[in-house]
């Protein structure tokens, strides 16, 4: 077989889609969120307002966590020379470890090196280990749960996103006696949605079902403390486990479970993903830390965050751009075409300083591509209008449908 051909069929299949990814490359300034520096293809340097990071608090460049990782490294040096099971399990992760269980109000917690991972783990885990279990996963789940529950071999039934009628359709039509998980997540991260957690909880206590919540993008945003979606609701006592990250609110990286001593104990001891990785730097878990306390005493952070989301989604309406009426800090502005998706970001970015990533399939379906924009609690009015005044301009000199409001 001709590999390379083979090869070059494949990239030049995804060109013609439009779903060939390319990379910008950006430079961070520390201290200077959301601003970076664009390292131009032709060798120049130009300064760009970032609108579609995670670091959805700017907490990657917060001076109390860089002092924390600094600090961790002078003390403890790069690595942890190995798997928790070996020489990998330092003072920090334990001391991650019981802040997190504090943040979620739960007994436990397990700390990973990504969220993908930590769903990966968790699920495939938990699946496999409980006989002929069935797990029950939202339509818009995330990839890392997708792959999770495939992993475990557990059979899967999909229900219609957010349709609790549906949840409860497919529950009853399972053995009664059949272990059973739902698997779900709070703020989708696409469409800026939320789950209605208290009703899916209570389908699933009806049914003797785990409850496994993945708060990836709601963890630090939303609740008294950032607990997420379900500490906000009042409802994180009635969610089995929580999963989340280290790395979007609270700016650092690594991923982790949350739950009962012993469902944590379960991952712990038998999740190969997690036997057989190598450990968080101990730098990172002190950043992660130190991140993690900051956002529980400073509410007024993730307020200025929230407010500048419901601004810009006025402006953007106002503007008359297809954003959609999210009630998160997600704001969607719908394309519908993936090449014409890469061509607005492409303007955005070389002729108006402004970079926001296109998102096309197989991130989201066909014909629903996007531009997802994230305001932060730094970006300003000027920030704003800029956004606004730069998407008029590109879709009008493009012939963009940008009276097209989104339903």
Known sequence: MDFDAKFRELISEMKLDGRYRTFIELER?????????????DGGIQRVTVWCSND???????????????????????????????????RQHVALEAELADLHGKEAALIFTSGWISNL???????????????????????????????SGAER?????????HLDELMGSVDPARPKIVAF??????????????????????????????????????????????ERDGVAHRVTLIEGTLAKAFGVMGGYVAG??????????L??????????????????????????????DRTRQAENAARLKAMLKSGGLPVLDSPTHILPVMVGDAHLCRRISELLLAGRGIYVQPINYPTVARGLERLRITPTPFHTEAHMRD?????????????????????
Not at 29 to 37: H, R, V, Y
Not at 211 to 225: C, W
Not at 260 to 269: G, Y
Not at 272 to 298: E, M, N, R, Y
Request: include cysteine; proline fraction near 4%; charged fraction near 15%.
């Open 185 to 230: 997540e709070s703020v989708y991260s696409m469409d800026g949605d939320v789950a209605p957690i208290a009703a899916i909880c209570g389908i699933a206590e009806k049914h003797g079902a785990i409850t496994y919540l993945d708060e990836v993008h709601a963890v630090g945003l939303y609740g008294a403390r950032g607990g997420g979606i379900a």
């Open 271 to 300: 999740a190969d993903s997690f036997i057989f990785t190598t450990s968080l730097p101990p730098h990172l878990a002190a950043g992660a830390l130190a991140a993690i306390q900051h956002v529980k005493a400073h509410p007024e």
């Open 29 to 41: 300034i520390a201290g200077e969120f959301p601003t970076a520096l664009w390292h131009r293809p």
């Open 56 to 90: 959805y608090l700017g907490m990657g460049q917060h001076p109390r966590v860089l002092a924390a990782m600094h600090n961790a490294i002078d003390i403890f040096g790069a690595g942890t020379g190995g798997t928790r099971n070996i020489s990998g399990t330092n």
């Open 387 to 407: 956004l606004v005044d730069a998407l008029i301009a590109v879709g009008r000199d493009l012939g963009w449908a940008a009276a097209r409001q989104a339903a």
């Open 157 to 165: 039934l999909i229900f219609r996103h957010n349709d609790v009628a």
């Open 121 to 151: 783990a968790a699920l495939g885990s938990l699946g496999r280990l409980l006989p002929d279990c069935v797990i029950f996963s939202d339509a818009l789940n995330h990839n890392s749960m997708i792959e999770g529950i495939r992993r």
């Open 260 to 269: 009962s001593a012993l469902m944590i104990d379960v991952i712990r001891s």
